[in-house]
């Protein structure tokens, strides 16, 4: 099993950071959703040895912050936001698309959505 250190975490929040910074437009409906992309990877780099395949489940840290995230997306706007900050999180991490697209319901939290390459999210209402 690989371990996931302190450097690892700080490593892929700050490549994410980077390449969200890099996408500023893409950035901007984010922002004007009041989801901030930057503590979106926060919360989810709590997950990163279940998303990339180095745990079986999510742990209830890791649980936690998917709540945070997802109680935090109450409008349209913000839950398509979310969508398109976590597309290209797990893009960036090198997720596994089984956890991917289990994540949530392991965590106990409705969604009518899947995160994965083709999800569409303007789309999600």
């Known amino acids: 099993m690989k371990k996931i250190t302190i450097t690892s975490v700080f490593a892929v929040l700050l490549l994410a950071t980077m390449a969200l910074a890099a996408q500023q437009p893409a950035a901007a409906p984010a922002r004007a959703a009041g989801i901030s992309c930057i503590g979106l990877l926060n919360d989810l780099s709590l997950c990163l040895d279940f998303l990339q395949g180095d745990a079986d489940e999510p742990n209830d840290r890791c649980c936690q912050g998917v709540k945070k995230i997802f109680a935090a997306a109450d409008t349209t706007a913000a839950k398509q936001a979310t969508c398109k900050c976590l597309k290209s999180a797990f893009n960036l991490v090198d997720a596994d698309l089984y956890a991917t ?9 409705p969604l009518s959505y899947t995160i ?8 999600i209402e």
Request: aromatic share 0%; glycine share 12%; with cysteine.
């Open 101 to 109: 697209q289990t994540l949530t319901g392991d965590c106990g939290v």
């Open 116 to 123: 994965s390459p083709d999800t569409d999210c303007s789309d």
